[in-house]
């Protein structure tokens, strides 16, 4: 059996599970995941794509215009999945009440006459397939390769756009878009924790922050560069933030809640000096479809499971510590590593230093 059957067969099992008669599935991220990473989308900043897919027990339609139509046959080669077509002129409204009549209807999304299923949707998505895994674990390295050619160019007087425009373009040029592209330079990485990049020049000190998105799965990474020595207070807030770090990557094992993690983390922050210091960002959470697909919060039941995917991101003002990493089953499997990255080694667990040049 395919992945795209196997993930036909789960999703009707969920269907039936919650009495639904149909699943209406609208944004880019499920259209990806039901259709094991096809692109639906045209405007990359949109959360809906062009085309649409109605899942019921006995079909599975997918609805879009004349202009994408060719494109998801020729190129995306949805019907060869069995994709059944519904296809509409382009200055026509695009419609599920004929497909949908007579059943109870799930989306995941608002939309008039169904049930919003998008929070029990992103726990679907969250649990990969052995294929989705080995696509994160090639997207992860597209990310690491990206960083590390982007890092390369950054010096003295370039703006932050600048540094943004590279950091776009090696990810772009391996066919991953950076969906998310932040950057902060100086003070500004002690200001704000998502820095839009603007037109401030670089003295000394620079944040890269990239979610890239390939086959619809989403991968983070941020990487800090210093020219001259750290100052003390900098170097010593690193250290406690790769702290913070490894106890998220040897506390995120099967079976652990994300309550349980999370409890460890506010202590390993207390324990490196910086008790409130989680209060004042999230700290990460499952992937997949979207960056987050949902966030680990205090007292969260979410349980970790073998094959899914996390990327946390501790932050102490003025520094960041985030890669992408795979749950397996004797260890987990950091996605994003630099090689030749400059490490800090807590307790046999490495995690990224800053780049001193």
């Not at 419609?95 to 995941?108: A, N, P, Q, W």
């Not at 807030?237 to 998220?248: L, P, S, W």
């Not at 520094?319 to 800090?344: F, H, R, Y």
Request: charge should be neutral.
């Amino acid at each position: 059996m395919s992945e795209q059957q196997r993930k036909l067969e789960l999703i009707r099992s969920w269907m039936t599970a919650r009495n639904l008669g149909g699943l209406y599935l609208q944004s880019a991220g499920s259209f990806a995941w039901a259709t094991c990473g096809a692109s639906s989308y045209i405007n990359i900043a949109a959360t809906n794509g062009a085309a649409s897919l109605l899942i019921t027990q006995d079909h599975q339609y997918l609805i879009t215009s004349n202009i994408e139509a060719p494109r998801l046959e020729k190129e995306q080669h949805l019907v060869a999945q069995g994709w059944e077509f519904q296809v509409s002129p382009w200055h026509a409204n695009l419609t599920i009440e004929e497909l949908s009549r007579g059943l109870t209807l799930g989306s995941d999304g608002p939309l008039t006459g169904a049930l919003d299923m998008s929070a029990d949707l992103a726990r679907l998505r969250a649990n990969l397939t052995l294929e989705e895994d080995q696509r994160f674990r090639e997207l992860g390295a597209v990310c690491a390769k990206a960083m590390q050619a982007a890092i390369q160019t950054v010096k003295p007087g370039q703006t932050e756009y600048q540094i943004a425009a590279n950091l776009a373009a090696s990810s772009e040029a391996q066919g991953a878009q950076a969906i998310v592209n932040l950057i902060a330079t100086d003070d500004r990485i002690f200001s704000y924790r998502h820095p839009l990049p603007t037109a401030k020049k670089l003295e000394k000190y620079a944040m890269l922050i990239l979610c890239g998105r390939k086959w619809g799965l989403i991968c983070s990474i941020t990487r800090l560069v210093h020219f001259g020595p750290m100052p003390h207070d900098l170097k010593r807030k690193v250290e406690a933030c790769a702290r913070v770090d490894a106890a998220f990557v040897r506390s995120t094992r099967p079976g652990s809640s994300l309550g349980d993690i999370f409890d460890i983390i506010v202590k390993a922050y207390s324990d490196a000096g910086y008790p409130d210091e989680w209060r004042k960002h999230h700290q990460g959470g499952a992937c997949g479809y979207e960056p987050r697909e949902y966030l680990a919060v205090p007292g969260s039941p979410e349980r970790v499971s073998v094959g899914q995917v996390y990327a946390w991101n501790p932050s102490i003002t003025g520094c960041k510590s985030e890669d992408t990493m795979l749950v397996g089953e004797d260890q987990n499997e950091v996605l994003t590593a630099i090689p030749g990255w400059p490490k800090i080694i807590v307790d046999g667990i490495a995690r990224p230093s800053i780049m001193v040049l």
